[in-house]
């Protein structure tokens, strides 16, 4: 089935969504120019050459319709007419090249003598030349005219005899587009002899391509799996992508959530991308179309799977003629609808009951040697379509395939048609109906059926299935932490033959809940790895690595990452044909979703393949590797994409988010956040939102950004957990950071430093290092480096090593420890600290006395910070003039510039409002300003 099936047709269930949708796109909007910036440098370079009197005389952009060769033309023509190129269009199209220089004549007829003049010389060619000399010679004043014609190929013959001795006279310049296929008229093959021709290919968008133009044109990011939707249902065709675009608007199914573009269900396109696949399958006789009607109700077929004996012929036609495409998958060939967009139109016109006898055709030719799974899920597929109803058993079969391939839609489909059956089978089919409604971000039903399904007979090893998915939705969709290792323990008990693998599934839990010590216990008591099978040592190394970098363990942690990555790696399988697009080895391997806070234990088969690669990105990063965790972390996100399933997608854009804010990047952090908060309200993951809005808030704080870090910790204060213990670290760490930027750092410290107690506690080392070093970037560097000294150790982890350092330094004022931990930490990618480190040893150079140290150790802080995405953290702002304050005067200054008054400082702080003043004098000297309008600017905070 193909992946749109993954896409459930329904409205909007949240209320977020339906404040947020916006209004439709104004009819005739131009999309803005993006993605093609490269192509448009080629075209410009070579018209500029052409210009100097240089070749070439022309240049060709070639590719498929829809490509976008017109608008890149347009953009080229536009660029050079801002220059004071001269310039002038000529449409070609079929309907023209029947009258004879009929695309030329708006051109012509603009000379002397206007369409007149041009009748009278139209068949005299040496006069027709003349007339077409005057023109352009009189439109290119100032410079040789560059003459623009789209669809070259589509000219009269007349037209193309005229433009060619244009051009081989020097008269004129020519840029042109071609359609990839078509044959470029004789005339003007001699320009590629003599090298005055320059061909530019323009191939379709690309998936990242696709990202940065739907950016552009909707004004907003778009939810990662919404743009790869939108791709690959535009095949990165510019003019489908655009309709279907304008398509969901109309429709309502692409709205913005939480700032950040989302569909809901699976783009139709509008009557004009319609009209336009239409027109292209006009003139096929019927069985032609006969052949495509069953290849889109199919979702294509082998070769040897169509039953008509001329229907290999049929397909080489159509394939000729760009309307299907074969691909060669083993030993078979398959064949596809050239573009997932023609299918709605083919079946636009086909009644009920033939779509229904197509497909038994297809069931009876297919069913009796339906041996492979995804044959078995095809069948079931096609009969259900047909027929409403299928045998429960191939049902459960196709389910499983289904469930394998991540089609949590087809799942609950499959099983729902099985009628309630309430044969052997029933707790298997009730367990992959809950995993279905849990994907599809309904975890309410999902628990719901998932108790029902533990309350039937059922084999241990079901029951150790049930049990392991029952408690990741309570874990991870109710956050009942304590209720999901109870619900193991009940199953350990019921199952003593399963107890390794379910204590490696407390042990993620209890790792996700950051209660690490307690997981450390777990992992030890699930044994060896050695004791365990393939699959259930993934699993094992997944939860280990998560809690041995929690515990400072950074070489163990690597190891265990690695040997995740390594028994999950699937990479080298060979690709075969189902109906969901998966390769063989995805049909092999049952989901096992990392979720927030690590890796959630699977059911069956192998770990989700993007899980142990999320693991290996946090772990690299926490080993001051951050660099190689943010490629590890993106390779993560467009694994989670093409699987297609949500809630691993927003854990992918967490682990993201989380090491671009290591590496001093909050800007590209805060874009990732919006995405994590965007899904996590709409797909119900409750245990995701309060981080994506925890990193958000830490962002926007670090990009100084007070009022936005203020929004997202108001939504994140709100939640039923806000105030919880233990708390997680990153919600103690968004509060401290709105406390900071809005003007109260003495009690934010005071939040890292109780949070950075509650971590050690709880076993979490790195933690609890972050938040100390936290408190030491916010002036306190006495408050944490004995803890953090202490921290680094018991710790492997060269970055929580280089965190301790730093803050010792600071808090000694050593420039020369400050300057050696900037090194380190710019080796290991933590840019922001670098700079912080930096500037804050350029202060204490300056206050020993060494000018000239302080001088370099500024350059460099200020270098640094310049590849930091506009931070703008209080650490940060020692490169500004402001670098002469004392701590208290800074403190004073940036309440004052919040808008507080004397008397408010003074409460606040608790000091006399004489001291407040004092401080505020001072403060204005060193900076060379008079008073409080100056503050925002001096510091250098926005306003």
């Known amino acids: 089935m193909s992946r749109s099936a993954l896409w459930r047709v329904r409205a909007w269930r949240h209320p977020v969504a339906v404040a947020e949708a916006v209004a439709r796109e104004p009819a005739g909007r131009r999309w803005p120019f993006a993605a093609r910036e490269g192509l448009l440098d080629q075209v410009l370079s070579a018209l500029g050459a052409a210009a100097l009197g240089g070749p070439p005389t022309a240049v060709l952009l070639c590719g498929e319709a829809g490509a976008g060769k017109s608008r890149l033309a347009e953009e080229s023509v536009e660029r050079l007419v801002a220059n004071g190129r001269p310039t002038a269009r000529v449409t070609a199209s079929a309907s023209l090249a029947q009258i004879p220089l009929g695309a030329l004549v708006a051109l012509l007829g603009s000379g002397p003598g206007g369409s007149a003049a041009l009748g009278e010389v139209g068949r005299d060619p040496l006069r027709l030349f003349a007339l077409a000399r005057d023109v352009v010679l009189a439109r290119g004043t100032g410079g040789r005219l560059l003459l623009f014609v789209d669809n070259l190929p589509l000219l009269d013959a007349a037209s193309v005899a005229l433009v060619a001795q244009l051009l081989h006279a020097g ?59 939108l791709h690959r249902a535009s095949g990165g065709n510019v003019l489908f992508l655009r309709e279907l675009v304008l398509g969901a608007r109309a429709a309502g199914t692409l709205a913005q959530v939480a700032g950040v573009w989302r569909l809901s269900a699976a783009p139709g396109g509008t009557p004009a991308l319609r009209d336009l696949i239409a027109a292209r399958l006009r003139g096929l006789d019927q069985a032609e179309l006969t052949v495509l009607q069953r290849l889109a109700l199919c979702q294509g077929l082998a070769v040897d799977e169509l039953p008509g004996p001329d229907d290999r012929r049929i397909l080489s036609r159509l394939d000729e003629a760009g309307l299907v495409g074969v691909e060669e998958m083993g030993e078979r060939l398959f064949v596809r609808l050239a573009h997932p967009q023609y299918a709605p139109v083919i079946t636009a016109g086909l009644s009920r009951l033939r779509a229904a006898d197509l497909l038994l055709e297809q069931v009876a030719r297919l069913e009796p040697v339906a041996g492979e799974p995804a044959d078995q899920l095809r069948v079931a597929i096609w009969r259900l379509s047909a027929t409403g109803s299928a045998d429960p058993g191939l049902l459960l079969r196709a389910a499983r395939v289904a469930r394998a391939g991540h089609d949590f839609a087809t799942v609950e489909r499959l099983v729902a048609a099985r009628d309630g059956a309430t044969d052997d089978d029933a707790p298997e089919a009730l367990l992959l109906l809950g995993e279905a409604q849990r994907e599809l971000g309904r975890p309410a039903e999902a628990l719901a059926t998932l108790q029902r399904a533990a309350e039937l007979p059922a084999s241990a090893r079901l029951r150790v299935r049930i049990a392991t998915v029952r408690a990741a939705v309570l874990a991870y969709q109710h956050q009942r932490t304590d209720a999901a290792l109870a619900v193991l323990r009940e199953a350990r008990r019921a199952a003593p033959g399963h107890e390794p693998a379910l204590v490696t599934v407390a042990a993620t839990l209890l790792g996700s809940a950051h209660r690490t010590t307690e997981a450390l216990a777990e992992l030890a008591a699930a044994g060896p790895p050695r004791r365990l099978g393939v699959d259930d040592r993934a699993r094992w190394a997944v939860a280990a690595a998560r809690a041995y970098t929690a515990a400072g363990r950074g070489t163990d942690a690597l190891a265990a990452a690695d040997t995740a990555v390594a028994l999950t790696s699937g990479d080298a399988t060979p690709t075969t044909h189902t109906t969901a697009g998966h390769s063989a080895d995805a049909l092999a391997a049952a989901d096992t979703a990392v979720a927030p806070g690590g890796g959630e234990a699977g059911l069956a088969g192998q770990p989700h393949r993007a899980g142990p690669l999320m693991v290996r990105a946090e772990v ?31 854990s992918a854009e967490w682990w993201l988010a989380r090491n671009l804010l290591l590496a001093g990047r909050p800007r590209s952090a805060a874009r990732w956040c919006r995405d994590v908060v965007s899904g996590a309200r709409v797909h119900e993951l409750p245990t995701l939102l309060p981080l994506g809005l925890a990193g958000l808030t830490v962002a926007s704080a670090w990009l100084g950004d007070a009022a936005g870090a203020a929004a997202a910790w108001a939504q994140l204060a709100a939640g039923p957990d806000s105030a919880a213990e233990p708390r997680d670290p990153w919600l103690a760490a968004a509060e401290a950071w709105c406390q900071a930027v809005n003007g109260d750092a003495r009690a934010a410290v005071g939040t890292l430093v109780r949070a950075a107690d509650a971590a050690v506690e709880r076993g979490h080392v790195a933690a609890a290092a972050a938040l100390l070093h936290d408190a030491a970037r916010l002036g306190q560097p006495g408050v944490a ?95 500004e003039p402001a670098q002469a304050l004392t701590q208290r005067e800074r403190e004073i200054a940036t309440l004052a510039a919040g808008g507080l008054t004397s008397r408010d400082i003074a409460q606040r702080l608790r000091l006399s409002v004489r001291t407040v ?27």
């Open 785 to 879: 480096a004995a803890g953090l000294a202490r921290l680094a150790e018991a710790a492997d982890s060269p970055l929580i090593a280089s965190r301790a350092a730093c803050a010792t330094a600071a808090a000694r004022r050593d420039d020369a420890g400050l300057t050696l931990a900037a090194e380190w930490f710019e080796r290991q990618g933590a840019l922001l600290f670098a700079a912080e480190a930096a500037a804050a040893g350029a202060q204490a150079a300056r206050a020993a006395g060494s000018a000239r140290r302080a001088a370099a150790l500024l350059a460099r802080a200020t270098a640094l910070a310049a590849r930091c995405e506009g931070a703008a953290t209080p650490a940060l702002a020692l490169t």
């Open 171 to 229: 008269l004129a310049d020519l840029l042109a587009t071609v359609r990839a296929g078509e044959p470029l008229p004789d005339a003007f093959l001699a320009l590629w002899s003599g090298d005055r021709a320059v061909r530019v290919d323009v191939p379709l968008l690309s998936r990242a391509d696709c990202d940065r133009v739907l950016a552009a044109a909707l004004g907003a990011p778009v939810a990662a799996r919404s743009a790869a939707e």
């Open 917 to 943: 003043n004092n401080h505020l004098q001072a403060g204005y000297g060193k900076l060379g300003i008079t008073g409080r309008d100056e503050l925002h600017r001096a510091l250098g905070r926005t306003a």
């Open 620 to 650: 690299l990063a926490d080993a001051g590797r951050i660099d190689e965790g943010i490629a590890v972390a993106r390779v993560a996100l467009v694994r989670a994409v093409d699987d297609g399933v949500e809630r691993v997608v927003c």
